[in-house]
């Protein structure tokens, strides 16, 4: 009993990464949103040594633009950016599920959260103007780092 328990486990797990890459893999080729954008630069800064608030600035605080600049540590491409927010976005899902299993004391509650929190995640995109490119991208840098003399 025990074994088949595991098993369905396994196959859960397996299942929902399938559909996770099935919903989630086409975001990767999709243009980046100006917020993704702005992130991306100003996380680019980070990642080649510069300081928050002195060589790129956001309002929304230094730890997204230091979420992206892990995500382009490997690869400054918007591939890499957009594979780490559906890492990202597939761990929040994952977490609120524990979360709400343990809160609740269901199973069925904590799958229900974070299918509901991936469905939503995945689905709905920002009504920002997209940047056309990861040069877009690369220009938010420019302007968000250049400096008055």
Known sequence: ?????????IALVAL???ALLSVGLPQVWYPMWFDQGA????G???RR???FLRDCWDVRGPLTPALYALATVFSQTQAAVFAFNLA???????????LARRMFGSA?????AGVVTLKV??????????CTSFESAERLKEVSTARTT
Do not use: K, Y
């Open 121 to 130: 995640t995945l689905t709905v995109r920002s009504a920002a103007v997209p």
């Open 39 to 42: 992130f991306a630069a100003c």
């Open 88 to 98: 990202w976005q597939a761990a929040s899902a994952v977490l609120l599920g524990v």
């Open 49 to 51: 040594g510069g300081v």
């Open 16 to 18: 929902g990464a399938l």
């Open 108 to 112: 069925s509650a904590g799958v229900v």
């Open 1 to 9: 009993m025990r074994a088949l328990f595991r098993f369905a486990a």
């Open 44 to 46: 680019d800064v980070l």
